[in-house]
């Protein structure tokens, strides 16, 4: 596949260039309603190869909330799930902090609430806010794949497919019925970033600046739930 990009030169030229996506070999790649899950049961196989879990599947422990306070919790835990309720808006973010990584994930919307909204946010950056600078890789409903650039985070995709600062996913949505596991294999190396969505590279961008940042997921208005939570620092 070949991405075209554009980008500003000193002096305001314009440069194009072309990015032929390389495939990088991503292992346990499935279907959404995969039975063969690393679940918390099964962790000691997962955390090989420098793979570490981010969810421990029965506490919050590793994860700080915003915003926080007293009262019915935005984020819980519920048989070995992380669950959110979407309200109030906001996110909980890692308390550790990550520039270079592969991130594996699964997330599903019970279809008893209906379609909804969330997304996990990259080298986040600054204080607390809605919402906080950083890369956010979408996970609203059809559009998982899509990037989404949070305060001008310096980056470049696909002027193709770039609508202000959403850029859309190259293929149509391949995300599996509400109620089915998702998988997002993640992977944000030096300047390149990467979403693959079931198995698919759905989308590309490049030059991703930023330090390390912690890792955020999206508290944005939806029910919704997320379980092997796994990390790999690759510098």
Same mark, same amino acid.
């Given at each position: 596949?070949?991405?075209?990009?554009?980008?500003?030169?000193?002096?305001?030229?314009?440069?194009?260039?072309?990015?032929?996506?390389? !495939?990088?070999?991503?292992?346990?790649? =499935?279907?959404?309603?995969?039975?063969?899950?690393?679940?918390?049961?099964?962790?000691?196989?997962?955390?090989?190869?420098?793979?570490?879990?981010?969810?421990?599947?029965?506490?919050? $422990?590793?994860?700080?909330?915003?915003?926080?306070?007293?009262?019915?919790?935005?984020?819980?835990?519920?048989?070995?799930?992380? &669950? !959110?309720?979407?309200? @109030?808006?906001?996110?909980?973010?890692?308390?550790?902090?990550?520039?270079?990584?592969?991130? !594996?994930?699964?997330?599903?919307?019970?279809?008893?609430?209906?379609?909804?909204?969330? =997304?996990?946010?990259?080298?986040?950056?600054?204080?607390?806010?809605?919402?906080?600078? $950083?890369?956010?890789?979408?996970?609203? $409903?059809?559009?998982?794949?899509?990037?989404?650039?949070?305060?001008?985070? @310096?980056?470049?995709?696909?002027?193709?497919?770039?609508? =202000?600062?959403?850029?859309?996913?190259?293929?149509?949505?391949?995300?599996?019925?509400?109620?089915?596991?998702?998988?997002?294999?993640?992977?944000?190396?030096?300047?390149?970033?990467?979403?693959?969505?079931?198995?698919?590279?759905?989308? &590309?961008?490049? =030059? !991703?600046?930023?330090?390390?940042?912690?890792?955020?997921?999206?508290?944005?208005?939806?029910?919704?739930?997320?379980?092997?939570?796994?990390?790999?620092?690759?510098?």
């Amino acid at each position: 596949m070949t991405l075209r990009w554009r980008a500003r030169a000193p002096g305001g030229s314009v440069l194009v260039s072309a990015l032929l996506a390389g !495939c990088v070999v991503v292992t346990s790649v =499935g279907s959404g309603n995969r039975t063969n899950s690393p679940t918390v049961a099964g962790r000691s196989a997962a955390e090989g190869g420098g793979w570490q879990f981010l969810f421990d599947g029965t506490t919050m $422990s590793g994860w700080t909330a915003f915003p926080g306070g007293e009262g019915t919790p935005t984020w819980s835990v519920h048989d070995g799930v992380l &669950v !959110c309720t979407g309200s @109030p808006v906001g996110y909980i973010k890692t308390t550790r902090t990550f520039k270079d990584f592969e991130l !594996c994930l699964e997330w599903r919307f019970d279809p008893t609430k209906g379609a909804g909204n969330s =997304g996990v946010l990259l080298r986040v950056e600054g204080p607390d806010q809605v919402w906080p600078r $950083s890369i956010e890789a979408q996970l609203h $409903s059809e559009n998982a794949g899509d990037i989404w650039n949070i305060g001008e985070f @310096p980056m470049q995709a696909d002027v193709m497919r770039t609508q =202000g600062r959403r850029t859309i996913k190259a293929h149509p949505t391949n995300e599996v019925p509400l109620g089915e596991w998702n998988r997002y294999d993640i992977r944000l190396v030096g300047e390149r970033l990467e979403l693959r969505v079931n198995g698919d590279l759905q989308n &590309v961008a490049l =030059g !991703c600046k930023g330090e390390r940042g912690p890792i955020a997921l999206q508290a944005e208005g939806a029910h919704i739930e997320f379980r092997d939570l796994r990390v790999r620092e690759l510098r």
